[in-house]
C-alpha cells in the first residue's frame, strides 16, 4: 500500500512554510478543546501520522449540515478538504459522480478497510425496506451498513444521523432514526444540531486522525467540550433572564433590547450545545444573537416538541434543586430580584418556573 503524506508533509507539497504550519498547529490544539501543553503532540501527530481518509455519506436530511460545515472558518473548509483530511468519497463535495464514483468507493472500502474516518449526515430511512432513502441504486441502509464495517470510527454528524431529526418528526412516515443501530454495533460519535457548528465536527475528526481514539464523550455519545454547557449558561442574555426581564413578543421593546426569550419558547435551559461560544461564521452570530429563540436543534425528539413559541414547560420551586442543580436567588442592589440558575437540566424532568420566580 502507498505510503499517505503526512498534514506536515501535505503543507510542504503545497509550498507553505513552517510557520503557517505550526499556526495551524495551534488552531487545530484549540480546536480539538486540547491545553496548551498537548501542542507539541499536536505538532508531533501532524508531521508523522497520515492523513486520515475519509468517507463522507449522506442519508435523509435536508443538507443544511453541509451549508454550514462549507462555511467553516477556522480552519477554512477547504484547507480541511484539500490539506487536512483524504476525503475520497462525498455524495455532495466530490465532483465526481455516477458509476466510476460507486466504483471508487468500493475500493475506497477495500483499500483502507479499518483505516478510514466514516462521517455520516442524515437518517437511515428504514420503512418499506428503505426505499426512500436511495443512494448509488441502493437503500441508504445498505450504503451504511457496507461503509461502516471497514470504518476505524464513525461520527454521526447532524441532529438526523445523531437522532432521526425532521423526517422522523410524527407519524415518521418513511421510519427514520438515528444511524447507530445500522452499524454494527461499533461506537458512533454524534455531533448533534441541525445544523452542527462546523469547527465541532472539524475538531473531532482531527482528533481521531492525529491521536487515533475517539475524544472524551459524554454518556449520549457525543464530545464533552464542546456539550459539556447549556445554552443558557453562555447566553449573553442571561443576565435579563437572572434580573426577570423578558420580551413577550418578537417586535416589544424588550426583545429590541435584547432581553431574555425564554417566554418566547427559548429552549436554551435544556439544551446542551456550544453555539453561545463558538457561534457560526467567525464567531458572528448564532440563533439566540439573531433574536430567534433556541429551539434545541441539538436535542433527541427536538422536532415533536413544535410549536416552538410555546414556552418550556415549567421547571418547579426553586426547592426542586435535585432537578435544577444549584439555584440562587441574587438581590441586586438596585433591589431588583433576580435567580440566577445555575448546572444541569434533565430534559426528562423538566418542572414549572413560574414568572413569579423571576419576577419577584
Ligand atoms: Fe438534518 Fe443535516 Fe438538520 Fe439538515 O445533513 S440535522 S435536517 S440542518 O442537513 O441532517
Ligand atoms: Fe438566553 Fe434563552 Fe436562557 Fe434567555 S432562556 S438567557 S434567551 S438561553
Ligand atoms: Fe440550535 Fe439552539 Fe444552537 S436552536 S443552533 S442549539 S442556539
Same mark, same amino acid.
Given at each position: 500500500m502507498e505510503k499517505r503524506e503526512s498534514l506536515w508533509e501535505a503543507y510542504l507539497r503545497r509550498g507553505l512554510s513552517r510557520r503557517s504550519f505550526l499556526k495551524g498547529c495551534v488552531a487545530l490544539t484549540s480546536l480539538m478543546g486540547l491545553s496548551t501543553d498537548m501542542f507539541s503532540k499536536v505538532v508531533e501527530a501532524a508531521e508523522t501520522k497520515p492523513l486520515p481518509v475519509v468517507i463522507w455519506i449522506h442519508g435523509h436530511e435536508c443538507t443544511g449540515c453541509d451549508e454550514s460545515f462549507i462555511r467553516s472558518a477556522s480552519p477554512l473548509a477547504s484547507d480541511l478538504v484539500l490539506t487536512n483530511?483524504?476525503?475520497?468519497?462525498?455524495?455532495?463535495?466530490? #465532483? !465526481?459522480? &455516477?458509476?466510476? =464514483?460507486? #466504483?471508487?468507493?468500493?475500493?475506497? $472500502?477495500n483499500k483502507y478497510n479499518g483505516q478510514y474516518i466514516l462521517c455520516v449526515e442524515g437518517a437511515v430511512a428504514t420503512k418499506d425496506s428503505g426505499i426512500y432513502c436511495m443512494s448509488g441504486g441502493h437503500t441508504f441502509t445498505h450504503l451504511l451498513?457496507?461503509?461502516?464495517?471497514?470504518?476505524?470510527? $464513525? +461520527? !454521526?454528524? &447532524?441532529?438526523? #444521523?445523531?437522532?432521526?431529526? $425532521?423526517q422522523a418528526a410524527k407519524p415518521n412516515p418513511?421510519?427514520?432514526?438515528? $444511524?447507530?443501530? =445500522?452499524? %454494527?454495533?461499533?461506537?458512533?460519535?454524534?455531533? *448533534?444540531g441541525c445544523?452542527? +457548528?462546523?469547527?465541532?465536527?472539524?475538531?473531532?475528526?482531527?482528533?481521531?486522525?492525529? =491521536?487515533?481514539?475517539? *475524544?472524551?464523550l459524554d454518556g449520549d455519545g457525543r464530545p464533552k467540550q464542546f456539550y459539556g454547557n447549556r445554552i443558557h449558561d453562555t447566553c449573553y442574555r442571561r443576565p435579563f433572564f437572572d434580573a426577570g426581564m423578558f420580551a413577550e413578543t418578537y417586535d416589544d421593546a424588550g426583545s429590541k433590547a435584547g432581553w431574555c426569550l425564554y417566554k418566547l419558547g427559548c429552549r436554551g435551559p435544556e439544551t446542551y450545545n456550544s453555539c453561545g461560544n463558538l457561534r457560526w461564521w467567525q464567531g458572528m452570530s448564532y440563533p439566540i444573537q439573531s433574536g430567534a429563540a433556541c429551539i434545541g436543534c441539538?436535542?433527541?425528539? =427536538?422536532?415533536?416538541? !413544535?410549536?416552538?413559541?410555546?414556552?418550556?414547560?415549567?421547571y418547579g420551586k426553586l426547592g426542586d434543586i435535585d432537578k435544577i442543580g444549584a439555584a440562587l436567588g441574587v438581590l441586586t442592589a438596585a433591589g431588583?430580584?433576580?435567580?440566577?440558575? %445555575?448546572?444541569?437540566?434533565?430534559?426528562?424532568?423538566?418542572?414549572?418556573?413560574? @414568572? @413569579?420566580?423571576? @419576577?419577584?
Open positions: 483530511i483524504a476525503l475520497e468519497y462525498d455524495h455532495l463535495l466530490s #465532483a !465526481a459522480c &455516477g458509476a466510476p =464514483f460507486e #466504483a471508487h468507493l468500493d475500493e475506497t $472500502i451498513e457496507k461503509a461502516a464495517k471497514g470504518a476505524a470510527a $464513525i +461520527i !454521526a454528524y &447532524g441532529s438526523c #444521523a445523531a437522532y432521526g431529526g $425532521i418513511s421510519g427514520s432514526a438515528g $444511524i447507530s443501530h =445500522f452499524v %454494527g454495533g461499533k461506537p458512533v460519535v454524534n455531533v *448533534p445544523p452542527p +457548528i462546523p469547527e465541532v465536527m472539524t475538531g473531532v475528526v482531527m482528533h481521531v486522525a492525529l =491521536f487515533g481514539s475517539l *475524544p472524551p441539538s436535542n433527541k425528539n =427536538f422536532w415533536d416538541e !413544535a410549536p416552538f413559541s410555546d414556552r418550556l414547560p415549567q431588583v430580584g433576580a435567580h440566577a440558575v %445555575g448546572s444541569i437540566i434533565q430534559k426528562n424532568s423538566r418542572k414549572d418556573l413560574t @414568572e @413569579e420566580e423571576h @419576577e419577584e
